[in-house]
């Protein structure tokens, strides 16, 4: 399918102003190569009534929205259109309070249920692992809970970040419980190809990722705690690291509340690794896209800060 999404938000508005016109699109970013029966495989079905699909074969009703993050959801999709729009369009993103004012919401949980429903949706199932030489390192994240006090507890962040000459590849992140061998050993096989170069710093939790099929230059630093040398040892994790900072405390004035962080830190991810596309119709399109293939969430399962799977 030839990549067909909206430049502006003039075009946006004119084009996705129907249920029935967002359906359609949603439909073609799901079944690129035509429908396909969930139950018998069938690839033939006619539309009927509010947007559900009849297989031919078997008469059972697939629904577009159906095992994505729009299912059963009561607002309209042409305002979760927008809500992409305004997402994906601005360079830092955006937050609940703001997309509820712009859209008109009722509530203030209705827009922060479709924003958080979107980050779900920020990180590609399946995605690529990060090669050729990446520097890891961790850092600590403020996070405050929901009554605005400020947590004792900060979070830890594991950041990977790809060497691309002297600037940055793309990223991944990962909030770890501790920075244990076991815990960052897992986060690089999450995250990084074998066979990478691997550059961290001396801690001796990270010691053994040869043996994990990783080539590891480990920088070890005389004065433990000398900070801008510790940054000048990985530049790019510890750019990535405050860039992350200013941006929980500017879009979202440092309200992440712990159990949400790691949606935050996947929104960042999603941002962070398409800051030089010049479209941002594109993102709309890459959004939606994976917004079609995760499945839902519900309002209940978000306020524990879990997926559905856990
Ligand atoms: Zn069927």
Redesign the pocket.
Known sequence: MVEDYPKTLFELERRFASEKACREYLGQLRWPDGFV??????GW?WMASRGRLV??????QASVTAGTIFQDTRTPLPVWFRAVWYVTSQKNGTSAANIQRILGLRSYQTAWTLLHKLRRAMIRPGRDKLHGHVEVDETFVDAEDSQGLWVSRQAVVVIAAEEDGRGIGRIRLGRIPSPTKDVLHDFALATIEPGSFVHTDGRKAWEGLKKLGYRHKQTILLRKKDLNAASRLLPRVHRVASLLKRWLLGTHQGAVEPAHLDYYLDEFTFRFNRRTSRSRGKLFYRLLQQAVEIPPTTYRQMIGGKTPEE
């Open positions: 029966c969930p139950r018998c495989q069938g079905a297989c031919q074969e078997c008469r059972h």
